[in-house]
């Protein structure tokens, strides 16, 4: 190793501080972070576990929740907007100009993509879902499912 890199190996190291010291944590409140993460169900873990850069699974965690809460703060503040244009979009997935079926289902793509979160995407959904106005049950059915395709899609890669 040259000793340019020791060097810098050496800066990053002094600079690096646990998030859990950053935010002041007490040992008790540490504990207490990591009985939750202890208790939490298979699924959040794996998804607490895709945080990198962390040493220990208490510090992930912290970071899994300090992303998530900031998250929920700008979804809260998208989500408006968010059911405004999908409110316009989703009738017009039936269409049989195919056209504008096309930028119809390019525009619910686009949406979906800005909406990371799985839940999020599901309380999108239900809130147009039950917005809509229609007699035509069926149609709308069909405009909701076709548009959970178009989300699912997105979300799969």
């Known amino acids: ?5 020791m060097q810098e190996q050496q ?4 600079v690096t501080v646990s998030i859990l010291e950053m935010l ?7 504990d207490a972070l990591a009985a939750k993460f202890a208790k939490l169900p298979k699924l959040q ?9 962390f ?9 899994y929740i300090l992303s998530k809460m900031a998250n929920d703060y700008l979804f809260a503040q998208m989500r408006d907007i ?13 269409t049989k100009d195919e056209k504008l079926k096309k930028a119809t289902e390019d525009a619910v793509a686009v949406i979906a993509a800005e909406i990371t979160d799985s839940d999020e995407r599901v309380k999108i959904l239900d809130i147009v ?15 909701i499912e076709r548009a959970i395709e178009l989300f699912n899609s997105v979300h799969k890669a």
């Open 24 to 30: 002041k944590l007490s040992q008790a409140q540490q």
């Open 1 to 5: 190793m040259t000793q340019e890199m």
């Open 82 to 94: 968010w059911v405004s244009r999908l409110e316009l979009l989703i009738p017009r997935l039936l």
């Open 45 to 53: 873990k794996n998804e607490v576990r895709k945080i990198e850069g």
């Open 55 to 63: 040493e220990h699974e208490v510090e992930t965690y912290a970071a």
């Open 129 to 143: 879902e039950k917005n809509w106005k229609t007699t035509d049950r069926l149609n709308k059915v069909e405009c």
């Open 11 to 14: 800066e990053q190291s002094e």
